[in-house]
């Protein structure tokens, strides 16, 4: 995995983070000769670049392909109505055209 140059490190704010020894000594073997700053940096800017866009605080029924019944594991927050979904109720999963499974309540279609 090529180092992800973003910025000169004379331009990067210096930030301490406490980790493990075991995971720091892990992480240095991972990064060879790159360095295990690095190593971090082009994990936490992958993480940061996969993750999914915040989901707008109300999606409209059209912005929804599918929905299938499902059951909360944890609380959830309707994407249409903003009503709260609590643990363990039966709820649905919305696919949005983007890909995304959001929770609707029951009753919310």
């Known amino acids: ?5 973003r910025v000169s ?28 700053q690095a190593l971090i940096r082009d994990i ?8 999914p866009p915040e989901a707008p605080t109300q999606l409209q029924p059209d912005d929804l392909c599918a929905s299938f019944g499902a059951v909360a594991e944890h609380d959830q927050v309707c994407a249409l ?5 609590p643990r363990h109720a039966p709820m649905r999963l919305g696919l ?6 959001v929770p609707l309540s029951g009753d919310s279609l």
């Open 1 to 5: 995995m090529p180092t992800l140059t």
């Open 9 to 36: 490190t004379t331009d990067m704010e210096v930030t301490s983070i406490r980790l493990e020894r075991s995971l720091k000594e892990k992480l240095k073997t991972l990064a060879g000769d790159r360095g295990y």
């Open 44 to 51: 936490l800017w992958q993480y940061v670049e996969q993750s």
């Open 81 to 85: 109505t903003g009503q709260p979904i």
């Open 96 to 101: 949005t055209a983007q890909g995304r499974l």
